[in-house]
């Protein structure tokens, strides 16, 4: 079945920077538009970067220029890199399909990424 495996959250000051995985098995990851989500307290979760199968990236107005989405396919494996980190990015992070453009998978577990001096 399929598995979503978010990785690399934690405790970081502002300006600082973290590396957040996903694992993904289960389904063909090269053939899938992929996307980071996040959710904060009280908040809705929402898609803050997205790369499509062939590499293409966009991002919410709010991470443009802090945060890079990438993914290598080989290892069935999507990064997001996070810098200039702000209290406004705390959130649990989530990778999954672009539900722009398929339908979601069931959500991971998800990685707690706390932002805070």
């Known amino acids: 079945q399929v598995q979503l495996v978010e990785s690399g959250g934690g405790l970081v000051q502002p300006g600082g920077s973290l590396r957040l995985s996903c694992a993904a098995s289960g389904f063909i990851f090269s053939i899938d538009a992929m996307g980071w989500y996040r959710q904060a307290p009280g908040k809705e979760r929402e898609l803050v970067a997205r790369?499509?199968?062939?590499?293409?990236?966009r991002y919410v107005d709010s991470v443009k220029g802090r945060f890079t989405i990438s993914r290598d396919n080989a290892k069935n494996t999507l990064v997001l890199q996070m810098n200039s980190l702000k209290p406004e990015d705390t959130a649990v992070y989530y990778c999954n399909r672009d539900q722009n453009s398929r339908s979601l998978f069931p959500w991971g577990q998800g990685t707690q990424v706390t932002v805070s001096s």
């Open positions: 790369i499509t199968t062939g590499g293409i990236t």
